[in-house]
């Protein structure tokens, strides 16, 4: 069980349970980006990932499945992803700003779409001189084979429209490995801020679905050592109790998304409530795990108004650090 000290950890065990209750849920739900027969999982050799560097997290205990990964709507996706790593995307030394931002792509926990929401989050934003790192979180296990994962999936939503919700306990052990790995990329990123030509207090965090789950999680609980600011992109968007130095958070939504779409914008009222900055962008359309496709949606725009959004709030500015 992870041990949080109170109030944090009163926060998180609030916020832990709408968040979990459809963490499982985000791994079926992504609206295909792509053309319909790009939605098979093609198994795939485990891509080259230059610079990837190992977290000290260790191993996820009891794991026996080896890390696997394929393809999906054009895409790349790893599973039983056991050790975590960080992979940094360095800006031109002309363009750096000393801003950093790590990167947490969704898969409900038992995937990662390391390419459309890592790697090309990543490439962009070292493109606009952000320091980038895309975290290779460890998940929870899954059938090692492709056609067992494919079944486990199927089953673990037959006849039941809602994932049992689990008890607060229950949510914040569930993350605890994963929120570990984020703590740990933290704290690499500001132990090597020379080297990298980055600011130590200006280093931000992106999650995507569950992804974004996680981004929450450790702003909510590594104060202090955690973002300086936050981007939830299509993840949940439930109100939850926040501190009131809680970071800047920028949120993207399509209002078609199958998960968060329905639910009411609770967060944005919880930030607002301690009178912290928060910018939210609801698009028509764009389903679940847009990303980085290119899609004839408003969606697509989201990246962009995220840079403006970090220009607006001086990351963009050339501040390297001494």
């Given at each position: 069980?992870?041990?949080?000290?109170?109030?944090?950890?009163?926060?998180?065990?609030?916020?832990?349970?709408?968040?979990?209750?459809?963490?499982?849920?985000?791994?079926?739900?992504?609206?295909?980006?792509?053309?319909?027969?790009?939605?098979?999982?093609?198994?795939?050799?485990?891509?080259?990932?230059?610079?990837a560097?190992?977290?000290?997290?260790?191993?996820?205990?009891?794991?026996?499945?080896?890390?696997?990964?394929?393809?999906?709507?054009?895409?790349?996706?790893?599973?039983?992803?056991?050790?975590?790593?960080?992979?940094?995307?360095?800006?031109?030394?002309?363009?750096?700003?000393?801003?950093?931002?790590?990167?947490?792509?969704?898969?409900?926990?038992?995937?990662?779409s390391?390419?459309?929401?890592?790697?090309?989050?990543?490439?962009?934003?070292?493109?606009?001189?952000?320091?980038?790192?895309?975290?290779?979180?460890?998940?929870?296990?899954?059938?090692?084979?492709?056609?067992?994962?494919?079944?486990?999936?199927?089953?673990?939503?037959?006849?039941?429209?809602?994932?049992?919700?689990?008890?607060?306990?229950?949510?914040?052990?569930?993350?605890?490995?994963?929120?570990?790995?984020?703590?740990?990329?933290?704290?690499?990123?500001?132990?090597?801020?020379?080297?990298?030509?980055?600011?130590?207090?200006?280093?931000?965090?992106?999650?995507?679905?569950?992804?974004?789950?996680?981004?929450?999680?450790?702003?909510?609980t590594?104060?202090?050592?955690?973002?300086?600011?936050?981007?939830?992109?299509?993840?949940?968007?439930?109100?939850?109790?926040?501190?009131?130095?809680?970071?800047?958070?920028?949120?993207?939504?399509?209002?078609?998304?199958?998960?968060?779409?329905?639910?009411?914008?609770?967060?944005?009222?919880?930030w607002?409530?301690?009178?912290?900055?928060?910018?939210?962008?609801?698009?028509?359309?764009?389903?679940?795990?847009?990303?980085?496709?290119?899609?004839?949606?408003?969606?697509?725009?989201?990246?962009?108004?995220?840079?403006?959004?970090?220009?607006m709030?001086?990351y963009?500015?050339?501040?390297?650090?001494?």
């Open positions: 069980m992870l041990r949080l000290s109170n109030p944090v950890s009163d926060r998180l065990r609030r916020a832990a349970v709408p968040l979990a209750a459809v963490a499982l849920a985000a791994s079926l739900a992504f609206a295909s980006p792509a053309r319909a027969q790009d939605d098979r999982m093609i198994p795939t050799e485990i891509p080259s990932q230059p610079g560097l190992t977290l000290d997290t260790g191993p996820l205990p009891g794991a026996t499945a080896t890390e696997t990964w394929h393809r999906q709507y054009g895409s790349l996706f790893a599973r039983n992803v056991t050790v975590a790593t960080l992979t940094p995307f360095l800006p031109d030394p002309a363009r750096a700003t000393g801003a950093a931002v790590i990167v947490a792509p969704g898969g409900g926990f038992r995937q990662l390391m390419e459309n929401e890592g790697w090309n989050v990543a490439r962009a934003l070292a493109e606009r001189g952000v320091a980038a790192f895309v975290l290779k979180y460890r998940l929870n296990p899954t059938p090692a084979d492709m056609e067992g994962f494919e079944r486990s999936m199927r089953e673990m939503f037959a006849g039941a429209a809602r994932p049992p919700r689990p008890s607060p306990d229950e949510a914040i052990a569930g993350i605890a490995p994963q929120i570990a790995d984020a703590r740990a990329a933290f704290a690499l990123v500001r132990s090597r801020a020379g080297e990298w030509r980055i600011d130590p207090d200006r280093v931000g965090m992106v999650g995507f679905s569950a992804g974004a789950m996680l981004t929450l999680a450790t702003a909510l590594e104060r202090g050592a955690g973002p300086a600011f936050i981007g939830n992109i299509y993840g949940p968007i439930s109100s939850v109790a926040v501190p009131a130095d809680v970071p800047p958070m920028f949120v993207a939504l399509a209002a078609d998304d199958p998960l968060f779409g329905q639910g009411g914008f609770g967060i944005v009222e919880s607002r409530a301690v009178g912290r900055p928060v910018e939210f962008h609801l698009y028509e359309q764009g389903g679940h795990g847009f990303g980085m496709y290119p899609k004839p949606t408003t969606s697509t725009g989201w990246f962009d108004a995220f840079v403006r959004w970090l220009g709030h001086h963009l500015e050339r501040r390297p650090a001494a």
